[in-house]
């Protein structure tokens, strides 16, 4: 006889996710571990005296899902009452957001720095209206005149301040951006209030750095808001001395400190796995080289619980600051470039082609951020050299955001079983102003999701947090509709995926990118018991619904973390 269960569904979908994306009825999970799957049959022998047995009417379980791509601490640290939320729709003008910094100025001492993110100058009124119309310094100094003013973009990769804080940080019309960086200037030359790339680490490296109760802080905030979303699993895609100027340093070793004592503590309500950031923007190969043997390990814990994966490198910028580097010129003008050091394009090739090749022959997993098409073919080729020169059975490196993917570099990662890390939520948020940088035909092409996997490709999801909200439902809904957040507008209608292989991206395939395939990432008996409870029929279920249907229940290694079946 089988032991009792600690607990048991009934009487829904469960959706495996198995090789033949199988469903059945029920499921049993004992200790921690997915013990049974089939119907009511198969599993009511497992019920004993002390089973909570879940009656799941209908309802759909799925895996955990694994957010292959999320900034833990950053994304608490984006979000209230730690950060000011400036995105779309709370804010939808240069108004909205005047309101939002004058209602916060009345609650802080004079001087006090003041944060916020989320600002999108394609969601604000006044910057749609006129293209040309970019946000200024002048825009909060009305506002905020003696208060320090610092706002990051929803992307990340754009910083907004105003002339208190370029004063306090000593930048001025003389100040020179860091390699790979932008201080963006009016025509008389004055600094704007605009950062682009690296120069944001001006801002970084004045502002004080990150309490360690803070990231605590953030990381809870952010770990209470994935269970509620049915998040088990995800990647903190850079952590490490390269990430000390980022967010005040919410990417730094000391946030991987924390989440140690997290896990010690017995805090740690989701998986985690690591990239760790030698270094940042701009970086050189050598001083790639010098710091990637400094890096340290995270010494006794459970690796099932928080583990390093690899490292980290930054390619190439974005789109929207037409700084991903492109085959084919911007609408405009301009390609961009790689953002590591070097004075040419062979040049820069040759570090980034250096940085990959020392990592790879250290044994490390590569994730490499890249955007542009030129510099994902760029670091694809820089794989399969590597691989080449120092072959290694299963790398499984793979290339962040790979928005422009092309037929080229989706053969060459497919051949040597490397993967891309794709952002559905992303596309879905930028849909609609991509085209006035690239044109309408490469803005619809942006995230290949049919063609990657037509590929062969291993394709991840992950929502890049605090760059969008986590929301794995409106991810699933976005490859199945490519459809735009602002206007509803179908974007690239050919890379649509369907509903099996969406799913498959939010977790089988992000546990492959985790090396943890054999153990998570479907519900099969043996594998650690995490999953999620929708209440509705997915299956059943229009795309256009999915985003609405709520998660009511969470299991973390057969541990419920958020439960609204009992409420």
Avoid at 183 to 210: F, R
Avoid at 259 to 285: F, K, W
Avoid at 340 to 346: I, L, M, P
Wanted: net charge negative; proline share 6%.
């Amino acid at each position: 006889m089988e032991p009792y269960a600690d607990l048991v569904f009934l009487g829904g979908r469960v959706v495996t996710v198995d090789a033949e994306f199988s469903v059945a009825s029920a499921l049993a999970v004992t200790g921690g571990i997915i013990s049974a799957v089939g119907g009511r049959d198969d599993i009511s022998p497992f019920v004993g005296p002390s089973t909570r047995v879940v009656d799941l009417r209908g309802a759909t379980v799925l895996p955990g899902i694994n957010d292959s791509h999320l900034h833990g601490c950053a994304f608490g640290m984006a979000t209230p009452p730690l950060s000011l939320d400036l995105g779309h729709p709370i804010v939808s003008s240069l108004a909205d957001l005047a309101e939002a910094l004058r209602a916060a100025i009345q609650r802080v001492p004079v001087g006090q720095w003041i944060t916020g993110h989320g600002w999108d100058a394609g969601y604000l009124d006044e910057c749609v209206l006129d293209p040309s119309r970019q946000p200024s310094r002048h825009d909060l100094d009305g506002v905020s005149p003696d208060h320090p003013v610092v706002l990051y973009s929803f992307s990340g990769h754009a910083t907004w301040v105003n002339s208190k804080a370029l004063e306090l940080i000593g930048i001025d019309r003389h100040t020179v951006a860091p390699p790979g960086g932008a201080i963006v200037v009016d025509e008389t030359g004055e600094p704007t209030g605009l950062l682009h790339e690296g120069a944001q680490a001006l801002v970084q490296n004045a502002l004080p750095p990150l309490s360690r109760q803070e990231r605590t802080d953030a990381i809870r905030s952010t770990l209470a808001t994935l269970a509620r979303l049915g998040v088990t699993s995800y990647t903190e895609p850079g952590l490490g001395p390269g990430g000390d100027g980022i967010m005040r340093g919410a990417l730094g070793t000391q946030t991987l400190d924390v989440y140690r004592r997290l896990l010690a503590d017995g805090e740690l309500t989701a998986r985690v796995g690591v990239l760790l950031l030698p270094t940042g923007m701009a970086s050189t190969a050598e001083e790639f080289a010098r710091t990637l043997t400094t890096l340290g390990e995270l010494g006794d814990t459970d690796p099932r619980r928080l583990a390093i994966h690899g490292v980290k490198i930054f390619a190439d910028g974005i789109v929207p600051n037409k700084t991903a580097w492109m085959h084919e010129p911007y609408v405009g003008g301009g390609c961009g470039s790689l953002c590591v050091g070097g004075e040419s394009d062979a040049e820069r090739i040759a570090e980034i082609e250096a940085m990959i090749r020392r990592a790879h022959a250290l044994g490390h997993q590569l994730g490499v951020h890249v955007t542009g098409d030129r510099a994902i073919d760029t670091v694809a080729d820089a794989f399969s050299a590597a691989m080449a020169e120092h072959p290694r059975p299963d790398a499984r490196h793979y290339v962040i955001h790979g928005d422009f993917l092309t037929a080229h570099s989706m053969k060459v990662l497919a051949a040597h079983g490397f993967g891309v890390n794709m952002n559905p939520t992303i596309k879905w948020t930028v849909a609609d102003m991509e085209e006035e940088f690239v044109g309408a035909e490469r803005a619809a092409y942006a995230w290949p999701y049919r063609d990657a996997i037509d590929a062969g490709v291993r394709v991840a999801s992950g929502s890049d947090a605090p760059v969008t909200y986590p929301d794995w439902r409106q991810g699933v809904a976005t490859m199945m509709l490519r459809e735009s957040k602002a206007g509803g507008r179908v974007s690239g209608p050919e890379q649509r995926i369907g509903l099996a292989e969406a799913i498959r991206t939010y977790t089988i395939d992000a546990a492959w990118q985790d090396f943890a395939d054999d153990w998570k990432g479907s519900l099969e008996p043996g594998k650690v018991a995490d999953l999620c409870v929708l209440d509705g029929d997915l299956l059943a279920a229009a795309p256009h619904d999915i985003p609405e249907i709520p998660v009511v229940l969470t299991v973390v290694d057969g541990q419920v973390v958020h439960d609204t079946l009992r409420d």
